[in-house]
């Protein structure tokens, strides 16, 4: 089955609404191959920006988190129909969430529901740390995450999810995980879908690597059999360098 490769920007907290002009006015004007799907998850207050930027143009623009309640007294949260309003894409459960702001399976799992309920594409983030790599905990680990993170989710629903292995022992670290290992562990997750849901559903579903990937390393990595595309952090600030992965 076709996967369309889909590469995508996890900005995390850079980038002013000015700044983001500036970039997108830049990355417009490098093409970018029509086989792939470009997507950029920036700060909300880029959002605004970045919608009227691309807005006749092919990129997606995504969010980094949302709230999983509808709305309320949740002061300093952000809902998914307000990213809705400038967004079709969040990232939900990247390991900086899990790890400084105490995100679990089960929080994450209410969070996609929200995002599925406000038609937004969701990008969930799984990934072992060094120490459960080293105990060889690495498929224990992301099989959890699978099945807690995306618990009750329906084949329709699993149709709009997109799930990001990202090594957290290869995140900002310079330190990516070879092409060998990345697909190690891509074939796995996609058998515990195929256990979870359903050998379709396995089939369907992109598996993006994330963790360090940058234009020299793109390559490699997206010509492996279960690689859907990359979430970039470090190298998707850069209009240029993003462009060159985006054409890898
Ligand atoms: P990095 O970040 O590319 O800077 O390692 C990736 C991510 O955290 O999504």
Redesign the pocket.
């Known amino acids: 089955m076709e996967r369309k490769k889909l590469i995508a920007a ?1 900005w ?1 907290m850079n980038k002013t609404a000015a700044e983001s002009k500036q970039f997108a006015d830049e990355f417009k004007k490098l093409a970018v191959p029509e086989d792939k799907e470009v997507v950029i998850c920036a700060p909300f207050t880029a959002l605004p920006a970045l919608n009227e930027s691309f807005a006749k143009t092919k990129i997606g623009i995504g969010a980094q988190n949302i709230h999983f309640e509808e709305s309320g007294a949740y002061t300093g949260e952000v809902s998914a129909s307000m990213v809705k309003e400038l967004a079709q894409f969040v990232i939900i459960g ?3 969430r899990r790890q400084y702001f105490g995100e679990t399976n089960e929080t994450l799992n209410k969070k996609i529901k929200k995002a599925l309920e406000h038609d937004l594409s969701v990008i969930f983030c799984i990934g072992e740390t060094l120490s459960q790599r080293e105990k060889d905990e690495t498929k224990i680990t992301v099989e959890k995450q699978v099945i807690e993170g995306l618990k009750d989710t329906t084949p329709d629903q699993m149709n709009s999810i997109i799930i ?1 292995y ?1 090594p957290v022992w ?4 310079g330190k990516t995980a070879t092409p060998q290992q990345a697909e190690e562990v891509h074939a796995f997750i996609r058998s515990v879908l195929e256990k979870n849901h359903s050998k379709k559903v396995a089939e369907k579903t992109r598996i993006l690597y ?4 940058n234009a020299e390393n793109a390559q490699s990595l997206l010509l492996q059999k279960n690689i859907d595309g990359g ?5 998707s600030l850069d209009p240029q360098k993003f462009a060159k992965i985006c054409n890898s």
């Open positions: 996890n995390k990247h390991s900086e990001a990202e290869a995140i900002g670290t994330g963790g360090s990937m979430l970039i952090g470090g190298a």
